[in-house]
């Protein structure tokens, strides 16, 4: 769902995160072409590094006129918030145009600000928020007006796997070629499916060929969603001192990791999953995380960590141990009916493995609650800091051996918080076993001389963080 903002409640929160990093923010500031909204000088240098910045917040039909005030202004820092959905814009000049969600985020980047310094506890007030009220109401229509109290229970679980895994296979219908004759496999109770379909809660799609099975999955339309929410929270409050239990019983590391690298976009929902691999043992590999600044900020935007945090998150979890923990804590809920387990299928109806997914509402509630004690421990045993430089090392030679080009290797340390310092001393260590050349000062930084062996090293170098991590 997107959000609508008000524009003095966006104003406010604005003027307020500013003096949380250090300016002496005000609004409604007149300057010599006119009223600014939001805009402040730097009183605390080592939060806002000196920077002066102002902040237009706009309507998209008052974008040019607010671009054009920013341009003739006198500031470091320049940025257009915009109020309404609308397409992603680049910068204009030195403006970026953004939405409120994101804003904090590029202010962090552009501030270089430690990741020890959270984010701003204040959160964005919503005009428009998910209702959550319909419950009751879905709960009373099914039992009294259609007379169906045996299905509440049976229909609230099925929503709610609908909605962590975002679609859920109830059937599958068989015709052999030159017959008429029908083979039906169910896998749900087809009446409560036909009800939910009737009260537009579900949708149903078939996909593939009668003659080698066709699917029919349901997921859930806009107001199926909104009452899917309104269940995950009611169960999240219900059991929320065994969700606590079950956090204790791991390394704070593992349910941080696993309520950050979950995230996974299907079509246009957000789905919180985790691949199960058919053998966990030999799982696991190197993956060249993109490290361009819009993708990294679209994707940590509504997780309110810092980026090293998250590229740290969803690249350890590919180690594993790590996954194999992540997966193992993810199926601690499958009793508390928060998170299910479900197949993953193709447009043509072709099955691709399983997956685990806990309902989004949990894995915002686990990260709350393992944040701050994870990124203090990431930090004081500097693990995060030597995870990243391996990893920050391994999409510089990768980038290099493909010919794939390097824009801005300072824009790689700066995702990754790490120092060209640090990745000399990887690379030195594989020039002296003959596997690369020395840290170079242009383009492309490093020549692999030897592929597999500078994969094998990385991977090395990995694991034995690995088990760190999992003692943490």
């Known amino acids: 769902m997107s959000f609508l903002y008000d524009h003095e409640a966006v104003k406010k929160y604005i003027v307020d995160l500013l003096i949380y990093y250090g300016f002496d923010a005000r609004a409604e500031v007149w300057t010599s072409v006119g009223r600014i909204d939001v805009a402040g000088k730097c009183v605390n240098n080592d939060l806002c590094k000196g920077y002066s910045i102002a902040v237009e917040i706009s309507k998209t039909s008052d974008l040019a006129k607010d671009l054009d005030k920013l341009r003739k202004v006198n500031y470091d820092l320049k940025f257009v918030i915009l109020l309404k959905p609308y397409e992603e814009l680049p910068p204009v000049g030195d403006i970026r145009v953004i939405r409120p969600e994101k804003f904090e985020y ?33 709960k009373r229509y099914l039992a009294e007006e259609l007379g169906f109290p045996e299905f509440i229970d049976y229909s609230l679980r099925f929503i709610l796997k609908t909605y962590a895994l975002g679609e859920t296979l109830f059937k599958t219908v068989y015709i052999p070629l030159y017959s008429s004759e029908q083979f039906v496999d169910v896998y749900e109770d087809l009446r409560m499916v ?25 997921s859930l339309s806009q107001y199926g969603e909104e009452l899917a929410r309104s269940i ?12 606590k239990e079950e956090i204790s019983k791991y390394n704070i590391i593992i349910p941080f990791i696993t309520s ?19 053998n966990l043992e030999v799982a696991g590999s190197i993956v060249g995380i993109s490290y361009n600044i819009e993708w990294l900020y679209d994707n940590i935007s509504n997780l309110r960590i810092p980026p090293e945090a998250y590229l740290f998150a969803i690249n350890s979890s590919n180690l594993p141990i790590v996954l194999k923990k992540c997966i193992e804590f993810a199926k601690r809920f499958e009793k508390l009916q928060l998170a299910f387990i479900g197949g993953m299928y193709g447009s043509k109806g072709k099955y691709y493995g399983d997956k685990i997914c806990i309902v989004p509402e949990l894995a915002d509630y686990i990260l709350k609650m393992t944040r701050d004690e994870a990124l203090h421990r990431l930090d004081k045993s500097g693990l995060l800091n030597e995870f990243n430089t391996i990893i920050a090392t391994y999409i510089v030679g990768d980038r290099a051996y493909r010919e794939a080009g390097l824009e801005s290797l300072d824009e790689v340390l700066a995702c990754f918080r790490v120092s060209k310092e640090d990745l000399k001393k990887i690379v030195e260590r594989m020039h002296e076993k003959g596997i690369t050349s020395k840290f170079l000062d242009k383009p492309p930084y490093i020549i692999i001389l030897n592929m597999e062996e500078f994969r094998r090293e990385i991977m090395k170098a990995l694991r034995e963080i690995e088990a760190k991590i999992i003692s943490l």
């Open 106 to 138: 590029y202010l962090r980047y552009l501030l270089d600000t430690p990741m020890t310094y959270h984010p701003y506890p204040g959160e964005i007030p919503c005009k428009l928020l998910p209702p959550i009220g319909r419950l009751e109401e879905f």
């Open 194 to 218: 036909e009800i939910l379909r009737q009260m537009r809660i579900i949708n149903i799609e078939g996909r593939g060929a009668y003659a080698s099975g066709k699917i029919f999955l349901a």
């Open 232 to 243: 995950a929270m009611k169960e999240i409050l219900n059991n929320e001192p065994k969700i």
């Open 260 to 278: 950050i690298t979950c995230w996974k976009r299907v079509g246009r929902k957000q789905l919180c999953c985790l691949e199960l691999p058919e």
